[in-house]
């Protein structure tokens, strides 16, 4: 059973950094691709950045390339979501997600079958 459950959101002035965690407390952790997402009030959940089950390969959205960096601790069932230089447009709810495949299906939320409840993130100018 994978339990996802998201901490380190907050309010944060932009060009300021978070770092989002979000742990499992199941025992097959490693055996999923991890990844989060974000929604933004009035849109649709997208898609943020992956990371493969060894943490070798990861994947970004454009909109945070550059600026945030996803990886994953498997010995603490852990998934980390660093975002540095941070903009008002990333405010959003973030979502850590978990699934057993890892690839371009991620950049379409329903394809992905587990998700945390989120965690808040407020981007003031």
């Known amino acids: 059973q994978v339990q996802l459950v998201e901490s380190g959101g907050g309010l944060v002035q932009a060009g300021g950094s978070l770092r989002l965690s979000c742990t499992d407390s199941?025992?097959?952790?490693?055996?999923?691709?991890m990844g989060w997402f974000r929604q933004a009030q009035g849109n649709e959940r997208e898609f943020v950045a992956t990371?493969?089950?060894?943490?070798?390969?990861?994947l970004y959205a454009d909109s945070v390339k550059g600026r945030s960096t996803i990886s994953r601790n498997n010995a603490k069932n852990t998934v980390y979501l660093q975002m540095d230089s941070l903009k008002v447009e990333d405010t959003a709810v973030y979502y850590c997600?978990?699934?057993?495949?890892?690839?371009?299906?991620?950049?379409?939320?329903?394809?992905?079958?587990?998700w945390g409840k989120g965690t808040l993130v407020t981007v003031s100018s």
């Open positions: 199941g025992r097959t952790f490693s055996t999923y691709a």
């Open positions: 990371i493969s089950w060894s943490g070798g390969n990861t």
């Open positions: 997600a978990a699934d057993p495949t890892f690839g371009s299906s991620w950049f379409q939320y329903r394809s992905v079958y587990y």
